[in-house]
C-alpha cells in the first residue's frame, strides 16, 4: 500500500489538470477549480490507520461549499465523524491497483471506430458506435511508474459487449509503453466487477463526501466521484 494513495493523488491533478497537491499534516489538498468542486481534501492513511479525530479536525475546518473529503475508510463509519452540511455517498467506492506489462493489443469490437490520443500527459481512449454516436470511453494519467486510470464509461445502450475491457486493456497497454509499471484508481460500486475481471485488487474502501453547507445538514446521498 505504500505509496499509492499518493500515486492515485499526483495521477488524479494530472489526469483533471487539478493544481498540484499541497502536502498537508494528513494528506493533500487539491484546489480543483470549479463552482462546484472548488477544493478537495485528500487523507493519506488507510483502512484501520485512519484515525477519527484527524476525519474531524480536516472536516471542521472547511466552511465552504463545494469543498470534498476523500477518506480511505468505510463510509458506514466515517460518515458518523462528519459534522453538519456534509453530505456522504453512502456506498464506498475503491482504492485499487494492478501491476502493469506488457501486453497484445486488444481488438475492437466488431463495427466500433477507436481513437486514441495523448494530450498534456494524458492518454484518452475513445469508442464510437457504428452510427457515429459516443460508445465508451477512459483515460489514463502516467506519472513515472505509476499511472492513473480515470472517467472510464460505457453508454447504458452499449454495455455487456466488452467495451469497458477493450477500453482497460487499451489504457494499461499505453502506460506500459510510457513507462508505467502499476496502475492505480478511485473506482465505483459499478465498475468493481469490471477491473476486478481483470485483475485489479481492492487497497481500501473509499468515503466521498462533500460540504453543502451548514444549514443543510448532513445528507446520505449518491454523487459523482
Excluded: C
Excluded at 38 to 51: S, Y
Aim: hydrophobic letters at 40%; glycine letters at 12%.
Amino acid at each position: 500500500m505504500d505509496g499509492t494513495v499518493r500515486a492515485w493523488v499526483d495521477g488524479w491533478v494530472v489526469s483533471r489538470g487539478a493544481s498540484p497537491p499541497l502536502v498537508e499534516p494528513w494528506g493533500y489538498t487539491i484546489d480543483v477549480g470549479t463552482a462546484e468542486h472548488v477544493t478537495r481534501h485528500v487523507l493519506d492513511a488507510v483502512n484501520d490507520a485512519v484515525e477519527e479525530r484527524t476525519v474531524r479536525k480536516v472536516a471542521d475546518a472547511v466552511t465552504g461549499t463545494g469543498v470534498t473529503l476523500k477518506v480511505f475508510a468505510d463510509p458506514a463509519t466515517v460518515g458518523g465523524w462528519l459534522g453538519e452540511g456534509w453530505r456522504t455517498d453512502p456506498e464506498p467506492g475503491y482504492l485499487m491497483s494492478v501491476p502493469l506489462t506488457p501486453a497484445e493489443a486488444p481488438v475492437a469490437p466488431d463495427g466500433y471506430r477507436v481513437r486514441v490520443w495523448t494530450r498534456a500527459g494524458v492518454t484518452r481512449v475513445m469508442l464510437a458506435a457504428p452510427d457515429g454516436s459516443w460508445a465508451a470511453r477512459g483515460q489514463i494519467a502516467p506519472t513515472g511508474r505509476t499511472a492513473v486510470v480515470d472517467q472510464v464509461e460505457t453508454s447504458p445502450a452499449h454495455r455487456r459487449r466488452g467495451l469497458g475491457s477493450f477500453v482497460m486493456r487499451t489504457l494499461a497497454r499505453e502506460a506500459v509503453a510510457q513507462g508505467a509499471e502499476q496502475g492505480v484508481l478511485a473506482g465505483t460500486p459499478d465498475g468493481r466487477a469490471l477491473y476486478e475481471a481483470l485483475g485489479w485488487r481492492v487497497e481500501a474502501l473509499l468515503t466521498n463526501a462533500k460540504f453543502v453547507g451548514a444549514g443543510a445538514g448532513q445528507e446520505r446521498a449518491s454523487g459523482n466521484r
